[in-house]
Structures are given as C-alpha cells and as structure tokens.
C-alpha cells in the first residue's frame, strides 16, 4: 500500500505567490515524522521541514510551513512569496518511529515551476 | 561539517562490470541509507544500517546487489554484475536517531 501519497505531478506559481504542495500519508503507527525535501535540478536533496505526529503547531522554516492535519492525515507544504529559485521537485516522505523501524519513504514527488 | 561524501559522482561501465559506490557519512550519525533513484521509481529505500549493521535491505533489489558498512565513517554499494536497468543516481544518506537525513550528492550510474 501507497504510504505516501503525492497528488500533483506538477505545479506552476508565479513570482511572489503562495502556493500549497499536497501530500496524504498512511500509518498505523501512532509516533511518526513527516519530512519536505526539495531536489533542484542539479540533483542534491535538500531538507526543507519536518513535522512531529505528536506536534501540537504546525512546523515553520522561513518561507516553509507545514500545514498538518493529523485527521486527515495530510501534510502538505505551503511556500510563501515564491521565488525562481523555488522550482525544484520537491518530496514528501515519512519515517515511522517502530522499534528498528527508522526507515524514511518518499512519495513520487511534486515538480513546481516559478514564472516571472 | 562536510556533509555526506559519495563517490564516484558518475560512473558509466559496461553490462556485467562489477560497480563499486562508496559512502562517507556525517561523523557522528548513527544511521546509513542508501537509495535509489529513476524516473520510473522515484526514490527507492535499497538498505540502511544503524550502528554498522544492516536493519533492512528489504529493498535491494536482487543478489546481484550487495552493501557493507565495516566502520562507522564508511560504507559500499555494490552490484556485481551490473545491468543496463541498473542505471540510476544512487544517494546515501545519514542521520542521527530521528533527525532528518543528510543526503549526499548522489552517483549517477550508467550502465551500457
């Protein structure tokens, strides 16, 4: 079963908007971690946000946040005032927190275009 | 802090070569992966270890795929004998308990 779920193949924003990343993930498992990557095009994974299961306010990073929605179980990424340097792929993944269980798995990604 | 170091950064090889990438985590982190990523599978978990020794290499692909970590500053991958659908970037990565993981900056792998 799908653990981690990225619905959008692609998105575009222009210059200075907000935009939102969906991502939906599936546990059991009450203790878990949720992670935003971003890969630009020159390949490096670039760790952007992580969000506690147990965490009572939405996680912050500068322009990053994470909207959490434990019901729902969504995740989903919110980058403020985009920049041109924002278009990248960016990943959603999961690291469930079982005993020697301490893997991290990713979804198949969101690629985001910035336009002027 | 370096980060994670990987090598080689390409490696091209022919089908049935043996292919060896390696893997300098962050000093420190107790935790080693090594992923696989393609266009058609996204990011694959292939392996990783904790203290040096392997916890799950549920996704190593076949026999053909092997990894080792014999210290704590360094790891291998290796496939013997390569395949043209081995071709991917290969990343390692490392963290320390539940900290997000560092990722090095990949071996992309083409195999003729």
């Known amino acids: 079963a799908q653990k981690i779920t990225q619905t959008q193949p692609g998105m575009f924003v222009q210059e200075k908007e907000a935009v939102t990343l969906d991502c939906t993930y599936d546990t059991s498992d009450p203790s878990y971690g949720l992670f935003w990557y971003k890969q630009p095009s020159s390949g490096e994974m670039i760790f952007l946000i992580y969000q506690g299961s147990y965490d009572q306010q939405n996680a912050t990073e500068g322009r990053y946040s994470l909207n959490f929605q434990k019901a729902r179980k969504s995740a989903n990424l919110v980058i403020s005032a985009s920049q041109l340097g924002d278009s990248a792929m960016y990943f959603c993944?999961?690291?469930?927190?079982?005993?020697?269980?301490?893997?991290?798995?990713f979804g198949t990604g969101t690629r985001l275009q910035v336009f002027p | 802090d370096a980060g994670v170091i990987q090598s080689p950064r390409h490696e091209v090889t022919e089908m049935g070569q043996e292919v060896t990438l390696r893997c300098k985590p962050i000093?420190?982190?107790?935790?080693l992966f090594w992923y696989r990523q393609t266009m058609m599978r996204g990011l694959e978990l292939l392996i990783y270890f904790n203290n040096n020794v392997p916890i799950d290499d549920s996704g190593m692909p076949e026999d053909r795929f092997s990894a080792k970590m014999p210290n704590a500053s360094f790891s291998t991958l290796k496939i013997q004998p390569s395949e043209p659908r081995d071709s991917a970037v290969y990343f390692c990565?490392?963290?320390?308990?539940?900290?997000?993981?560092?990722f090095g900056n990949g071996t992309r792998l083409t195999v003729t």
């Open positions: 993944a999961m690291r469930e927190a079982g005993a020697n269980t301490d893997k991290l798995i």
């Open positions: 990565a490392s963290s320390f308990e539940g900290s997000p993981l560092h």
């Open positions: 000093s420190g982190h107790d935790y």
